[in-house]
């Protein structure tokens, strides 16, 4: 097992390579802030950082011992899994037709319930302030072009 934990770290160095290399077209900066090449370079290096520190934990380990960790989980782990990726999808075809914020909305109130949240004011205010301050953020500070219901609605209904 611990040559698969081996060439599973080295494939993520790999990928981190590939990522890096894809991203170094992409200027670091723009007259706005960091350009398309910022996220995507920093991310790489920390992940194949992150995997080559683990490669060399694998690989130096005398007594490596699997984790023991399970590839397909069963249980309310698997019905979780499945829940969240239901909403996801749902949520994919729903951001046109409703908007970012009414979609943001209903998502924020889903996944807490789906993941066992049962107090209903910490549901509705996560919902309102999540869906509220990313649309703000995204729309005003970062002027991404975000999908509007088709009521007008931005953030919080205006």
Do not use: C, H
Request: no cysteine; glycine share 10%; aromatic share 18%.
């Amino acid at each position: 097992m611990k040559r698969a934990w081996l060439i599973a770290s080295l494939a993520f160095v790999a990928f981190a390579a590939f990522v890096f290399y894809l991203s170094v077209d992409y200027p670091l900066m723009d007259p706005l802030g960091p350009g398309a090449g910022f996220f995507p370079r920093w991310l790489s290096l920390i992940s194949g950082a992150v995997a080559l520190v683990l490669f060399a934990q694998t690989w130096l380990n005398k007594n490596f011992e699997d984790p023991g960790t399970v590839l397909i989980p069963r249980g309310k782990a698997a019905r979780d899994i499945l829940l969240v990726m239901l909403g996801m999808t749902v949520v994919t075809f729903l951001y046109e037709p409703l908007g970012f914020t009414i979609t943001t909305l209903l998502l924020l109130i889903y996944l807490p319930l789906v993941l066992g949240a049962r107090q209903w004011w910490v549901i509705g205010l996560f919902a309102l302030v999540g869906s509220g301050g990313v649309f703000y953020a995204f729309y005003y500070w970062l002027k991404l072009p975000l999908p509007l219901s088709p009521f007008g609605l931005g953030i919080l209904g205006i």
